[in-house]
């Protein structure tokens, strides 16, 4: 939601003070909001929800060193390192390539198509976490990343396509994120399915990790690519291939191998 809020603010304000006028300003506002956020925290009764803890007692679970001598885990890991550096390479590009899209000083409806795609981006990329968690509940982990991952494909491909017209640019980009962002809720609900609830936190900041990785490889890896080529077209090829390759080992390796390893592991 803050993202939502600020976008459209943070364009008017870096447009006519400039970047450092605006880091300072914005970061002084988003700290005030935090620390009075935080002073009117409190801590809860010590017999708040006791009941409801109690009913609801975490399952056993492997340790994060059990955890990591599994395949199913490092699958998992790889998966998304590919969807977190396919993401971050469009999100840490997006307002370079929409310059040479000639989008960046387009406007929709009075306001800035790239403002807009962004505010847009962030809307779908909160909303896609609950949706395809909802998903997944009724149809299963695997079958919803086929679908969501292949999703981002497509409409990284229809973005492409119809890159010059900024109606679309922005309504795909929106569909991007949608594809993209359930990386957050579909990664971590299959991992606590596999590995248990007892150490789920410790076990998903692992996982986690492969964020970090796709943030190093997505940007310079897109730069890169666009510095060595002179062209964008390659950057959508590989974050296109990512797509698809994930899906693919959703449906066709991870699937097979977690219903493997919770076969075997059944009894404990």
Same mark, same amino acid.
């Given at each position: 939601?803050?993202?939502?809020?600020?976008?459209?603010?943070?364009?008017?304000?870096?447009?006519?003070?400039?970047? !450092?006028? @605006?880091?300072?300003?914005?970061?002084?506002?988003?700290?005030? +909001?935090?620390?009075?956020?935080?002073?009117?925290?409190?801590?809860?009764?010590? $017999?708040?929800?006791?009941?409801?803890?109690?009913?609801?007692?975490?399952?056993?679970?492997?340790?994060?060193?059990?955890? #990591?001598?599994?395949?199913?885990?490092?699958?998992?890991?790889?998966?998304? @390192?590919?969807?977190?550096?396919?993401?971050?390479?469009?999100?840490? !590009?997006?307002?370079?390539?929409?310059? $040479?899209?000639?989008?960046?000083?387009?406007? =929709?409806?009075?306001?800035?198509?790239?403002?807009?795609?962004?505010?847009?981006?962030?809307?779908?990329?909160?909303?896609?976490?609950?949706?395809?968690?909802? +998903?997944?509940?009724?149809?299963?982990?695997?079958?919803?990343?086929? =679908?969501?991952?292949? /999703?981002?494909?497509?409409?990284? @491909?229809?973005?492409?396509?119809?890159?010059?017209?900024?109606?679309?640019?922005?309504?795909?980009?929106?569909?991007?994120?949608?594809?993209?962002?359930?990386?957050?809720?579909?990664?971590?609900?299959?991992? @606590? $399915?596999?590995?248990?609830?007892?150490?789920?936190?410790?076990?998903?900041?692992?996982?986690?990790?492969?964020?970090? =990785?796709?943030?190093?490889?997505?940007?310079?890896?897109?730069?890169? #690519?666009?510095?060595?080529?002179?062209?964008? #077209?390659?950057?959508?090829?590989?974050? =296109?291939? /990512? $797509?698809?390759?994930?899906?693919?080992?959703?449906?066709?390796?991870?699937?097979?191998?977690?219903?493997?390893?919770?076969?075997?592991?059944?009894?404990?």
């Amino acid at each position: 939601m803050g993202a939502v809020l600020s976008t459209f603010p943070v364009t008017i304000s870096i447009a006519k003070l400039g970047y !450092q006028a @605006t880091l300072l300003h914005f970061g002084l506002i988003f700290g005030a +909001v935090a620390f009075l956020a935080a002073i009117g925290m409190r801590q809860p009764p010590k $017999d708040w929800m006791a009941d409801y803890i109690a009913r609801n007692k975490k399952t056993e679970g492997l340790s994060s060193g059990q955890m #990591l001598k599994t395949p199913v885990f490092w699958l998992m890991f790889l998966m998304m @390192t590919m969807m977190s550096t396919s993401g971050l390479m469009v999100i840490s !590009q997006m307002a370079s390539f929409s310059r $040479d899209f000639g989008i960046a000083n387009a406007t =929709i409806f009075g306001m800035g198509a790239l403002p807009l795609a962004l505010t847009l981006d962030r809307v779908t990329n909160g909303l896609t976490r609950p949706f395809f968690g909802w +998903v997944s509940d009724r149809i299963g982990r695997e079958k919803t990343m086929f =679908i969501a991952f292949g /999703l981002e494909a497509i409409a990284m @491909t229809l973005w492409l396509l119809t890159r010059d017209v900024t109606l679309l640019f922005v309504l795909f980009s929106g569909l991007v994120f949608f594809g993209w962002g359930e990386i957050f809720s579909l990664f971590p609900s299959t991992l @606590t $399915d596999t590995f248990g609830e007892k150490h789920a936190i410790t076990n998903y900041g692992f996982l986690y990790m492969a964020q970090g =990785i796709g943030s190093i490889f997505g940007g310079p890896l897109a730069a890169r #690519l666009h510095e060595a080529t002179g062209s964008w #077209l390659p950057v959508f090829a590989v974050v =296109i291939s /990512l $797509d698809i390759l994930t899906a693919l080992l959703a449906i066709a390796v991870l699937k097979p191998m977690r219903g493997k390893y919770l076969r075997a592991n059944a009894s404990t």
